[in-house]
Structures are given as C-alpha cells and as structure tokens.
C-alpha cells in the first residue's frame, strides 16, 4: 500500500493493516511544505515509526525519488548546498527565461 495524506499524517493504524507500506514526499506536504527549512524527511521517518510501532511486521519504507535531488529531504538538502559537491549536481539557470520541465518554484509559496 502507498499510503497518502497531503494534508497531514497517514493513519498508521491503516498503514499497519498492509504487509508492505510505503511513504512518499507528498505524504503530509501541507504540513512540512510550511518549515523553514523544509523537513519531509524526518517526517517521513516519524511517520514511517509510528506505522511500525503499530505492527512490528509490517514492512514500512520512504519511497526517494533517485533521479532528481529533492531539497525538501535534508539530507540531500546538506549536499545541494556543501560547495564540495557542486558538480555533482544539474542547477537551473537563474539567469535564463527557457520554460523548464517542472516549476523553478514551489506553486504555493513562491519564495522557495
């Protein structure tokens, strides 16, 4: 079961009813979209707890995207920022106007 609540926590009593749940970015965005910075990732982790803490053997795991670097997941934030690591990263042109696969922006608060 992928489980999601965008508005906030995923019931972990109903997560804990599956064999295998998984957890996603947009599970409780409303929420950590608001954090400065952003901090999906420990809740995601929290959530994941609380569904295990209700069934032991339920698998629980946090689906990460491997393709794009996701600032929201601090872990990769840390990275994004470290200048050591600059060139392991694709970054937008902030000087360029070409349209762009996906927003440069987060659509409900611009100035992320």
């Known amino acids: 079961s992928m489980q999601c609540n965008g508005s906030g926590w995923s019931s972990p009593e109903r997560g804990a009813q599956f064999g295998i749940v998984s957890y996603d970015w947009s599970n409780g965005k409303a929420e950590w979209a608001k954090q400065a910075p952003m901090d999906c990732e420990e809740r995601l982790i929290h959530q994941a707890e609380m569904t295990k803490a209700k069934n ?3 698998r629980v795991f946090v689906y990460r ?28 042109n902030p000087a360029g106007a070409r349209e762009t696969h996906v927003p440069r922006c987060a659509a409900e608060n611009q100035t992320k």
Do not use: C, E, M, Q
Not at 71 to 91: E, I, M, Q, T
């Open 56 to 58: 032991p053997s339920t």
């Open 65 to 92: 995207n491997i393709v794009k670097a996701l600032p929201w997941f601090s872990s990769v934030r840390h990275l994004l920022d470290d200048p050591a690591y600059s060139g392991f990263f694709l970054r937008f």
